[in-house]
Every structure is written in structure tokens, then in C-alpha cells.
């Protein structure tokens, strides 16, 4: 049995890892930022699950005692760590980059790479320790140097995740410890829909949504296989490769998807 740790778990693709590592038998550690957001979220997987494969810790990965706090009640618990996942992460309304607040930069930045920063810090000395594991982090628009007005913000701090994730790759190869990347794609979550629909173009982003996006519970099941069967260094674990986006691009015409019907409904 696995143990799997993952950040920003309570809600969205990290949640949905979740379910889907319990499914496969492993068993998993989610962290909010506080019990309020984690409890409930473990009640959740556990009326699935079971109790006894579920451990839930809250954690704000801006912190990095905290972030030795879910180590260490992870650990404890099931004697172990396996496979450890950097998601938190947090977006922001489309604005120029002048102007967000001082504020905002600090938020983003601190929780999307200096928290994915901590975690892997914590994680791999951990791991170092104990001979082994692996570490993952979820990257996001602009890993791979994609540029989108509005959101010069959020897809600075995944190119830079991006960044991280190769230079530690680079930094153990040659140790027990696997370094890599998941690639999720574009996943409607409470997080895209909320910014998405608050801009002008909502109707023409959900058209593109519609060819290219799927649901989280159609991508995080195929990421968790895809985790624990890789054991190469460095791996990127892509769910949207480009012969995939160039198939939907061809077949749109002849498809309809409506990913949103019940969002819209509500």
C-alpha cells in the first residue's frame, strides 16, 4: 500500500487525486489550509473509503513549520511517505499585471511556488531519511511558457514550478528520490470557472473549454495510475498531450460537449 501526501487537497484536481489514490488502494494524507476546509473534505472520501486509509491535516504552505507539520503527522501515522504532491495553489481575477495589489503578487507567489518551494524541501529531506519516495508537482497555465493577458501572475509562478521541478530532478538523479511533474491540462474546476466567469469572454473561453477541458474526474484516476507506475526521474506526466489537442481540434465540428451544464443550471 502506498502513502500518498497532497497539498490543497480539499477541493478540485487535488481532491480528485485523492479519491482516485484511495480507489487504487493506496492510502492518503489531504491538507487544507485550515480543519474547516480538510474535515469536511474527509468526511467526504471517508463515506467512500472508509476511515481507515485517510488521514487529513490542514496546512498553509506559506509556512514551513507547518509544512513540517503535515510531514510529520503523515508520517507518524502510516510510518511512511511514498509519493508526495505539491498542489496548493491559487489563481486570481484577469487584471494587467500593474494592477494587482502588492498584496495579491505576494499571495500568489508565496502559495503557488515558494509553498511548492517548502513542500519539496520538507519532502526531500524526508525522503532522503527514510531511502526513497517520490515528488510531484501539479503545474498550471504557463508551465510551459504560454502567455495569456491577464494572467501574467499565476502562469509566472507555474513557469517557475516548471523550473524547480527539472532542477530538482537534475539535483537527485542519482539518489533513490523521483522528481517529477503532473500536467493536468485544462480541468474545470471551482477555481478556472469562478475567474473564467467573471470576464467578458466567458462565452467564447467556454467554447474552447468545451473542445479541449475535461472533468476532474475523468483526468485525476488516469494521473494517479500514471504516478504510481512511473519510476522514471524527471518524468512530466502530460493528460493533454498535443496529438491529443490536434484529435479534439479535428473532431470539435462533429462533437458537441457541454462541460458546464450544470454550472450554468446553477
Known sequence: MKVVVITGSTRGIGLG??????????????SG?????????????AANHGWERILGHP?????????????????????RIDIWI????????????????????QTVLNTNLAGAMFGSKVALRGMLE?????????????????????????SSTKYGLRYLTDALADETRGTSIVVGAL?????????????ERSTADWEASKHIFNILADRVEDVTPWLARQVLA???NGARIRWLTRGKILRRLLVAPFRKRDLFASIDAS
Open 130 to 154: 527514510q531511502g526513497f519516495g517520490s515528488i510531484y508537482n501539479v503545474e498550471g497555465l504557463g508551465s510551459d511558457g504560454r502567455r495569456v493577458s491577464g494572467l501574467t501572475l499565476y
Open 230 to 232: 512511473n519510476k522514471k
Open 86 to 105: 505539491n498542489n496548493a495553489g491559487i489563481s486570481h481575477p484577469r487584471l494587467k499585471f500593474w494592477d494587482h495589489s502588492p498584496e495579491q503578487i
Open 183 to 195: 500536467s493536468p491540462g485544462m480541468v474545470v474546476t471551482d477555481m478556472l470557472t469562478s475567474e
Open 59 to 79: 496546512c498553509d504552505v506559506t509556512r514551513p513549520d507547518q509544512v513540517q507539520s503535515l510531514w510529520r503527522a503523515a508520517h507518524d501515522h502510516f510510518g
Open 17 to 30: 487525486l485523492a479519491n482516485a489514490f484511495l480507489t487504487l488502494g493506496c492510502a492518503v494524507t489531504i
Open 33 to 45: 489550509r485550515a480543519s474547516s476546509s480538510t474535515e469536511p473534505a474527509v468526511a467526504r472520501l
